[in-house]
């Protein structure tokens, strides 16, 4: 990311799966968290400690000092599910059917991929962009 | 003859070359949170599962 600082633009999606314990709750707590401003703050320290159960994701709410009685609420009353079915809904309407799926610039990249991968893809993106203008 | 039988299988080749490349796929970005510049040259969407 910070290699093409400036360049790139990350747009995250919810795709949880439906058979994992904590796929649809992690969702639900990033949204959650974005409701009080902090999705990214959210979204880096869960990707760092990796737990999500529950208690892990209201732990990381009063980390990060959010209204942690509001969180808990709207975790426990599925207030964002609904906007997390809206992603997952579009997910399947655009026929990826794994994650993490990527679309940079409109090219799919399925699965977790080598950094290289991806370079490959930006790189080529950015030349296409240039080329254009 | 024979060549023009080659020059048509050329013209096949490239124009089923071409079919195979796939159309961009266009992802509405919506309300998604996004980090970076709006104007940045290369948007990535990410379908995340945490888990």
Known sequence: MEEYQGKLRLVIKHYPYRYRDYSYLSAQAAEAARAQGKFWEYFDLMMAEKKLAREDLIGYAEQLQLDVARFTSELDNETHLARVEEDVQLARSLDLFQTPSFVINGRLLVGGRPIEKFRELIDAALAEVAGAN | ?51
């Open chain 2, 1 to 51: 003859m024979a060549r023009l039988l080659i020059i048509l299988l050329f013209c096949l080749l490239a124009v089923s070359a071409g079919a195979q490349e796939k159309p961009p796929l266009e992802v509405p970005l919506g309300d998604a949170p996004t980090r970076g510049p709006a104007d940045a040259a290369v948007t990535m969407v990410e379908f995340i599962d945490f888990q």
